[in-house]
């Protein structure tokens, strides 16, 4: 739903590759399935004009996630002989396809998000922390947090007047371990555009983690009941739990956005429609877009400008630009970058989801 990871892309001239491939790896032969059809796929890339460095960097991406448990895909974009962005799908509907275009082709990317978001699931103790970091098709990374102060750790109990003191030392080594986990932590959310850190570890150690988030992260942040490693925890516990809390996170978000547009639509707070949705967009107004995957106003032509705000249902509303660079493409690709762009949020809705009759529609920002 926070699409800032595409920003990247956008950010470049292309144009762009954009491959869709599976790689379940079930079959004994499936790797050979797997070059057979990114070959195939190479060859529609090449006849519509792709460029051959940018076909050898899909070359060496295609098939890197051989770690990953089965049955998943991989998206892959390109351009200018690199690599852009390459996704992991969990559990991908659209197989096998290949665009080459002026825009990349993101919206079956978005239409297959997991049914969660991105998160991290942190193991706290008191010398520093674990992080393990998810992004919907499994553990993406793992990162090992150690505080720079170490000593002294443990409280003591020796009856005398030292006792306090010592007591003190150890709490200040404690608040300022977690200060510097807590800094990291965030660091790494941001990197990851993680919309939940869930927290398990040593009773203690969570808890002054999560002073230490600030503000921002604290409302994404949930503690789990599970003990940390100094605790011998289980983690595999830990682990379906946040996966738990990721999934709940991920609805409560989607529903927020449906209530919100839904509430907001009388009021003038939202609207409905390509059109209204591109007047929206060009004013920098859209908190969230909400598109339907599938709907014909997605395949319907949209022009569009270089710059952030240059889109239209029609092509004579740009043509005060006097520019060669307006150029035509699908409206989910026109209207996904504009959306990026702009720094709004994404919502792509299912089949059964409530949302606008006619398959695009936004929150506006400014009631």
Same mark, same amino acid.
């Given at each position: 739903?926070?699409?800032? !990871?595409?920003?990247?892309?956008?950010?470049?001239?292309?144009?762009? +590759?954009?491959?869709?491939?599976?790689?379940?790896?079930?079959?004994?032969?499936?790797?050979?399935?797997?070059?057979?059809?990114?070959?195939?796929?190479?060859?529609?890339?090449? %006849?519509?004009?792709?460029?051959?460095?940018?076909?050898?960097?899909?070359?060496?991406?295609?098939?890197?996630?051989?770690?990953?448990?089965?049955?998943?895909?991989?998206?892959?974009?390109?351009?200018?002989?690199?690599?852009?962005?390459?996704?992991?799908?969990?559990?991908?509907?659209?197989?096998?396809?290949? %665009?080459? @275009?002026?825009?990349?082709?993101?919206?079956?990317?978005?239409?297959?998000?997991?049914?969660?978001?991105?998160?991290?699931?942190?193991? %706290?103790?008191?010398?520093?922390?674990?992080?393990?970091?998810?992004?919907?098709?499994?553990v993406e990374e793992?990162?090992?947090?150690? +505080?720079?102060?170490?000593?002294?750790?443990?409280?003591?109990?020796?009856?005398?007047?030292?006792?306090?003191?010592?007591?003190?030392?150890?709490?200040?080594?404690? %608040?300022?371990?977690?200060?510097?986990?807590?800094?990291?932590?965030?660091?790494?959310?941001?990197? !990851? !555009?993680?919309?939940?850190?869930?927290?398990?570890?040593?009773?203690?150690?969570?808890?002054?983690?999560?002073?230490?988030?600030?503000?921002?992260?604290?409302?994404?942040?949930?503690? &789990?009941?599970?003990?940390?490693?100094?605790?011998?925890?289980?983690?595999?516990?830990?682990?379906?739990?946040?996966?738990?809390?990721?999934?709940?996170?991920?609805?409560?978000?989607? +529903?927020?956005?449906?209530?919100?547009?839904?509430?907001? &639509?009388?009021? @003038?707070?939202?609207?409905?429609?390509?059109?209204?949705?591109?007047?929206?967009?060009?004013?920098?107004?859209?908190?969230?877009?909400?598109?339907? !995957?599938?709907?014909?106003?997605?395949d319907s032509w949209?022009?569009?400008?270089?710059?952030? @705000?240059? &889109?239209? +249902?029609?092509?004579?509303?740009?043509?005060?630009?006097?520019?060669?660079?307006?150029?035509?493409?699908?409206?989910?690709?026109?209207?996904?970058?504009?959306?990026?762009?702009?720094?709004?949020?994404? &919502?792509?809705?299912?089949?059964?989801?409530?949302?606008?009759?006619?398959?695009?529609?936004?929150?506006?920002?400014?009631?």
């Amino acid at each position: 739903m926070e699409p800032g !990871h595409f920003k990247q892309l956008y950010d470049n001239p292309g144009p762009f +590759a954009s491959v869709y491939l599976a790689t379940d790896r079930a079959d004994p032969e499936a790797a050979h399935a797997i070059e057979l059809r990114w070959r195939e796929l190479r060859g529609r890339l090449e %006849a519509d004009g792709a460029d051959e460095p940018t076909l050898e960097a899909i070359d060496a991406a295609v098939g890197s996630d051989r770690d990953r448990p089965s049955p998943h895909g991989q998206a892959i974009f390109a351009a200018g002989g690199s690599v852009l962005l390459q996704e992991e799908l969990r559990v991908p509907n659209v197989l096998d396809r290949a %665009a080459f @275009g002026h825009l990349p082709d993101v919206l079956p990317l978005l239409a297959q998000a997991p049914d969660f978001p991105s998160y991290l699931l942190v193991f %706290a103790d008191r010398g520093g922390a674990e992080v393990e970091v998810y992004d919907g098709a499994g553990v993406e990374e793992r990162e090992r947090v150690d +505080a720079g102060a170490r000593w002294p750790l443990r409280k003591v109990h020796n009856g005398d007047w030292h006792e306090a003191h010592f007591q003190r030392e150890v709490e200040n080594t404690w %608040a300022a371990n977690a200060k510097q986990e807590a800094d990291r932590v965030r660091q790494i959310a941001q990197s !990851h !555009h993680a919309e939940l850190i869930a927290v398990s570890g040593d009773a203690r150690a969570k808890t002054m983690l999560l002073e230490h988030l600030g503000p921002d992260w604290s409302a994404r942040a949930v503690p &789990l009941p599970s003990g940390g490693r100094a605790e011998g925890s289980d983690r595999a516990q830990a682990r379906r739990a946040a996966m738990v809390v990721a999934a709940r996170t991920e609805e409560s978000l989607r +529903a927020d956005v449906r209530e919100r547009y839904a509430g907001r &639509l009388a009021t @003038g707070g939202a609207v409905e429609g390509l059109v209204p949705t591109v007047e929206a967009l060009r004013r920098g107004e859209v908190d969230t877009l909400l598109i339907r !995957h599938g709907s014909k106003e997605l395949d319907s032509w949209m022009w569009w400008g270089p710059q952030p @705000g240059q &889109l239209a +249902a029609h092509p004579e509303e740009l043509t005060d630009m006097r520019s060669a660079q307006i150029r035509r493409d699908k409206a989910g690709n026109v209207l996904v970058r504009a959306a990026v762009q702009s720094g709004s949020r994404i &919502l792509v809705l299912a089949g059964g989801e409530p949302g606008p009759q006619h398959g695009v529609g936004a929150v506006l920002r400014h009631t």
